[in-house]
């Protein structure tokens, strides 16, 4: 993980921090993360590093505006931003907080997609399962 300025710039996939970590916020991101996986926590409260450019900050919060459970499809986020749905498919790409910003809950319109994160694909089925968002793969 890394931190800036009391806020997080990226979190980076088996590298989470311990609860009992001295810096009160890598605790409370291991906190949050914790009852995310325990499926007791829906959203994430924490401060985020602003993204660099208006599209990226606009990527960024329309992942975030993806209720858990929920999905939307690069062609609907790339209408809603007025580019094309490639060029949300690499800021998803690009995206440096995986989890905190579910760039998972972002899928092709026949598919999947792609996912950077962890192992891929398997993690983004993972993530989606524990966000009870399997039913829409089928």
């Known amino acids: 993980m890394t931190i ?5 710039a990226a979190l980076y996939w088996g590298d989470a921090p311990s609860a009992d970590a001295s810096d009160a916020l890598a605790a409370e991101v ?6 995310y996986f325990d499926r007791r926590l829906t959203a994430f409260d924490l401060p985020l590093l602003p993204a660099s450019g208006n599209f990226a900050q606009a990527m ?4 975030i505006d993806i209720p858990l ?6 062609g609907e986020i790339a209408r ?3 580019v094309s749905a490639q060029t949300v498919g690499q800021g998803c790409g690009a995206n440096a907080i995986p989890i905190i910003v579910p760039c998972h809950r972002v899928l092709a319109q026949c598919g999947l997609g792609g996912f950077s994160g962890g192992q891929g ?3 983004k089925v993972a993530l989606l399962r524990l966000e009870a968002a ?3 793969l089928i």
């Open 60 to 63: 960024r919060q329309a992942m």
């Open 30 to 35: 291991a906190r949050q993360i914790g009852a």
């Open 80 to 82: 809603d931003l007025g």
């Open 4 to 8: 800036e300025g009391g806020e997080i």
């Open 121 to 123: 694909i398997e993690t």
């Open 69 to 74: 459970g929920r999905t939307r499809t690069y």
């Open 134 to 136: 399997a039913s829409l």
